[in-house]
């Protein structure tokens, strides 16, 4: 079964994005399953995989990065440009690693499927 990390880097500071929620969630036809959520840490990691054993099927990540870029000053920008980025995703090959980062800045964002 596949194995799932994510981090997150803010492009705008040029640094990692503690601080910042992170749920995963099975997306199948009887509607959203949570499976787990982690917090990242200085490093912008979670301190364990989001999900050790995924088996094939589409998967959400929702990054909540509404309260960090409050914190970070963009408190007078009500609402924000970006709050909650989903990114939705399929995992076909049951044995291999998923890494799905997060490069954020308070108005884009982009993802890549890493190593």
Do not use: C
């Not at 997150?8 to 992170?22: K, M």
């Not at 949570?34 to 929702?62: C, H, M, Q, W």
């Amino acid at each position: 079964m596949a194995r799932l990390t994510t981090h997150i880097l803010d492009t705008a500071s040029g640094r990692p994005a503690a601080g910042i929620t992170v749920e995963l969630l099975s997306i199948g036809e009887s509607g959203e399953a949570f499976i787990s959520k982690t917090v990242t840490n200085d490093d912008g990691r979670g301190d364990g995989p989001l999900a050790d054993a995924l088996p094939d099927g589409v998967y959400e990540l929702r990054f909540h990065v509404g309260d960090y870029f409050r914190a970070g000053g963009q408190r007078n920008a009500e609402p924000l440009f970006l709050d909650v980025v989903p990114i939705r995703f399929g995992v076909t090959g049951t044995e291999d690693h998923y890494h799905v980062p997060l490069l954020i800045s308070p108005f884009g964002y982009s993802t890549y499927r890493g190593s």
